[in-house]
């Protein structure tokens, strides 16, 4: 027989990361004893599945009613850095098609065309730090 | 932690610098130093809603009919049938329901590895939730990954959902038989996986019928465990 494991959620990616962000904020806020959390800076890789709108739209609703309302939510956009295992380009992505895959997957260097690349920059996703008042 | 400076009597940054995903993919990769020490070959299995994925699970285990020495970990979001699906096949079968989350993660696959026996199993097959987006973001700790696709998705699912191919192992063109009536070309699709992942197989089949199946297991490298 089969068993069943439930965990309850809301859809959506961003609204999972957006509430473990929300948590560790509240969390530092609680731990350093401040009054009221001011601002929140994040850095999203411009490759990581997460869209920086819903993220902030999750946060700002998720912190109403805490001391963290109304609260700044500063995302900054990281850029991709991939490094080609053939030619050795390190840098960023870059492609002269327009329907190119190219700005969501970088496929091949954009110097030698070799698929051989890894990508090292661009898929994270950091809560880099908080303003609070004590 | 820590408190880096003031700004003011009483304004301070406060420095976390935690990385969101990170966690995810730390357990990913116990999970598969856990798969590794038991000697399991971990699958996930990825496609979109009714691609096909439970029947391509029923028709792999069909053909190598190890019985419980096969395993499954069936995602969804809150039924059981794909559970019940794959129990006729005789594999040892667990049901993880993520409610309403998109994608299964690490940590549901190390909740569901407790609850589930392993010992004796030789390859564990992880159906993921319906969806060619999230669980891209979300690696499981599986050896492979498989993306299966339909041709009654129509012309552009891989052109729409790169991401998900290119992070593919094995890619399973599925509903074979339906291309034409579909007006959907297999070779374009098959194109179009080309050019984000070069180098995963991409098969042709109809699992209802178990058309191309043998292609899929010795794709995965599953014909070493038999």
């Known amino acids: 027989m089969h068993e069943a494991l439930c965990q309850s959620a809301i859809p959506m990616h961003e609204y999972s990361i957006s509430s473990e962000i929300v948590k560790t904020v509240l969390g530092a806020a609680a731990e350093n004893e401040t009054r009221k959390v001011l601002s929140v800076q994040l850095e999203i890789g411009e490759l990581a599945l997460l869209n920086a ?19 700044k939510v500063k995302i900054k956009k990281v850029r991709a850095r991939i490094r080609c295992g053939s030619c050795g380009y390190h840098g960023g992505m870059k492609s002269d098609r327009a329907d190119s895959f190219q700005h969501l997957v970088p496929q091949s260097c954009p110097k030698c065309g070799s698929f051989q690349i890894k990508i ?15 | 932690m820590k408190i880096i400076k003031s700004r003011g009597p009483e304004i301070f940054d406060i420095e976390l610098e935690k990385d969101l995903l990170a966690k995810n993919r730390s357990l990913a990769k116990e999970n598969r130093k856990r798969f590794d020490d038991s000697k399991i070959l971990a699958i996930d299995i990825m496609g979109s809603i009714g ?3 439970t029947s391509l699970i029923k028709a792999i285990l069909k053909n190598i009919a190890i019985g419980e020495r096969a395993a499954v ?28 989350e998109c994608h299964l993660d690490a940590n549901l696959i190390r909740k569901s590895v407790k609850s589930l026996k392993l010992d004796g199993v ?14 891209g973001e979300f690696p499981l700790g599986a050896h492979k990954r498989l993306v299966v696709v339909s041709v009654t998705e129509g012309p552009y699912t ?12 094995v890619i399973a063109l599925n509903k074979i038989d339906l291309a034409r009536a579909m007006k959907v070309s297999p070779s374009q699709l098959e194109s179009d996986a080309r050019e984000v992942n070069p180098d995963a197989p991409f098969i042709k089949i109809n699992a209802l019928k178990g058309t191309g199946i043998p292609r899929v297991i010795h794709a995965l490298g599953l014909k070493s465990l038999l």
Not at chain 1, 54 to 71: M, P, R
Not at chain 2, 122 to 135: A, D, Q, R, S, Y
Request: aromatic residues 8%; glycine residues 10%.
């Open chain 2, 73 to 100: 970990i069936a995602g969804d979001l809150t039924t059981t049938i794909d559970a019940r699906r794959i129990e006729g096949e005789g594999a040892r079968v667990i049901q993880v329901n993520t409610g309403k």
């Open chain 1, 120 to 134: 090292e920059k661009g898929r994270e996703c950091f809560l880099r730090r908080i303003q609070a008042v004590k």
């Open chain 1, 53 to 71: 709108e819903q993220v902030s739209f999750w946060i700002h609703e998720l912190f109403k009613g805490t001391i963290a309302e109304g609260s």
């Open chain 2, 158 to 169: 891989v052109m729409k959902h790169p991401y998900i191919f290119k992070e593919a192992d």
């Open chain 2, 122 to 135: 030789k390859v564990l097959f992880i159906e993921n939730v319906g969806n060619l987006i999230c669980p």
């Open chain 2, 51 to 53: 691609s096909g994925k």
